[in-house]
């Protein structure tokens, strides 16, 4: 049987990777952008700022959470942590991965029919084509690590649901 050390140490990590991902995923979401300059950023979907969104409430939601991981983590040894605490962060980190679940489908979802469109359409010429296909297809990458960033997500919430159902059933066992 693995410590709650272990698994509390576990979900420190994940959180930790989830920030790198999610940082990795805005930053380049903000900053893809067109070779050509055009008169207006019509081609920069809502989408895509839902998805940054997204991400920042998840970089919130563990810039939360890992003060608590650090606390659990020193007193795992000593006494059983509080199920007060266990449920708060149990249903934040919840709330953080349908957050990033909906941001991830945004992303794919708006990426995925602004490419359709743009593929099927009369542009004027095949440059401006060629420059807005670039632009959704690098589209993908920050939808990718925002997917990345929702599977250690709902890692982190499996074991949170873990280490709160040990403590409701007075499991202090730390084998």
């Known amino acids: ?13 994940s959180r ?8 990795a995923a805005v930053l380049l979401t903000v900053n893809n952008d067109t070779k050509r300059k055009y008169a207006d ?9 839902y998805t940054v969104a997204a991400a920042a409430i998840g970089m ?3 810039a939360l959470q890992v003060p608590v991981a650090v ?8 006494t059983t942590p509080s199920t007060l605490v266990l449920d708060v962060s149990m249903h934040l980190d919840v709330v953080v991965t349908v957050m990033l679940a909906t941001g991830v489908g945004a992303g794919f979802g708006a990426t995925v029919d602004a490419l359709r469109y743009v593929r099927h359409s009369k542009l004027p010429d095949d440059e401006t084509k060629q420059d807005f296909i670039r632009y959704y297809n690098k589209a993908f990458y920050p939808a990718v690590l925002l997917l990345a960033g929702m599977v250690l997500s709902m890692a982190a919430t499996v074991v949170s ?3 709160r159902a040990r403590a409701a059933n007075g499991d202090v066992a730390d084998v």
């Open 41 to 49: 950023d019509f081609y920069k979907l809502e989408s895509y700022s």
């Open 71 to 78: 606390y659990l983590l020193c007193k795992s040894k000593r």
């Open 60 to 62: 919130a939601g563990c």
């Open 161 to 163: 649901a873990r280490l």
């Open 1 to 13: 049987m693995v410590s709650r050390a272990a698994w509390v140490g576990g979900v420190l990590v």
């Open 16 to 23: 930790l990777l989830m920030v790198a991902v999610l940082v």
